[in-house]
């Protein structure tokens, strides 16, 4: 925090992985945007004019991992020290603990 102000995010884009480590060196990667347009970039002018924007700052990105399956839900969460992914329904609870 700073004078009081929660830290700030932007979720950029949801993108897929694999178990295997094979299929993550070789098969083709699913990444998708969640915005086209995602307004205001601070980071972008902080970088710009780094005497403007001296409270900006990105010291780390975070990231989650979760399971998918058909019909799956899970809640993302944002705090501050990151994202929390929590399983929402019986399709993404059955997945989410077998996973290891």
Not at 35 to 64: C, H, I, K
Not at 67 to 74: K, N
């Amino acid at each position: 925090n700073l004078l009081g102000f929660d830290a700030q995010y932007r979720l950029e884009r949801i993108g897929g992985r694999y178990r295997d480590i094979e299929q993550e060196r070789n098969a083709p990667r699913t990444v998708y945007p969640l915005s086209e347009n995602p307004g205001l970039d601070l980071w972008m002018l902080s970088t710009q004019y780094p005497r403007w924007l001296p409270f900006v700052d990105a010291v780390y990105g975070s990231a989650t991992y979760m399971p998918m399956a058909d019909g799956a839900r899970y809640e993302i969460s944002i705090t501050q020290s990151g994202l929390i992914a929590r399983p929402m329904n019986p399709a993404a609870h059955a997945v989410s603990g077998s996973w290891k």
